[in-house]
């Protein structure tokens, strides 16, 4: 058994060894006491695809590097920075699917396929799936896909929108639903799950290294 140590996040609780072995994931994230929605096939599937876009992100980033070195304009500086920074939150959102995959750790509420997109320099709404109204159950349930929004970005525009997101519409409910506990815990998550992202925080993956290794 190897092990690394990403800039990704982290978490109590032991961790599981070995792969997912039930074909419905019930319990990849009982640390954070919930449930994802997405099976250990549709798990497999995020996996090589992610992997496969990560494969594109480093070729982007080779060819803007030698874009650069050969003498581009500061836009072309502006571009690679951009690109290494969302390659960076790609690897680790890839970390923690392997880290579910593998341990039955950090898996994302949700998958989000396609990404989700939301500019916070825009005028646009938040593109939320749940209305954007403010009783308690409402609420509960916009925090909730804030949650997962957050745990399921793969560029640094993503998580930017997210806290933007956050900010806008915590202030907006009357204060009792604001205090919430549930609400609460699902904010404080979906904060955690960008930090991790932004590479803030070292999180520990256990791997099962090839026998010749």
């Excluded at 929605?37 to 798990?43: C, Q």
Aim: hydrophobic share 40%; aromatic share 6%.
């Amino acid at each position: 058994m190897g092990a690394f140590l990403i800039a990704c996040g982290g978490g109590g609780g032991a961790g599981r060894s070995g792969p997912v072995e039930t074909g419905t994931i019930a319990k990849l994230a009982e640390d954070d006491q919930f449930v994802p929605a997405y099976d250990k096939a549709d798990l497999s599937r995020a996996l090589i695809s992610e992997r496969g876009l990560e494969a594109s992100a480093e070729r982007q980033v080779r060819d803007i590097e030698a874009l650069v070195a050969a003498g581009s304009t500061s836009a072309g500086t502006d571009r690679l920075r951009v690109a290494l920074n969302d390659l960076a939150v790609r690897r680790r959102f890839i970390a923690t699917l392997e880290s579910c995959q593998l341990q039955g750790r950090w898996c994302p509420p949700r998958l989000d396929e396609p990404a989700w997109v939301y500019d916070p320099a825009g005028e646009d709404p938040v593109p939320l799936d749940t209305n954007l109204r403010f009783d308690l159950d409402t609420w509960r349930k916009i925090t909730a896909e804030l949650h997962g929004r957050a745990c399921a970005c793969r560029t640094v525009l993503c998580i930017d929108g997210v806290d933007v997101a956050i900010t806008q519409l915590e202030e907006r409910p009357m204060r009792a639903v604001q205090e919430d506990d549930t609400a609460i815990q699902a904010i404080t998550r979906a904060r955690e799950c960008t930090f991790r992202l932004r590479g803030k925080k070292l999180f520990r993956v256990d791997r099962v290294l090839p026998e010749s290794e």
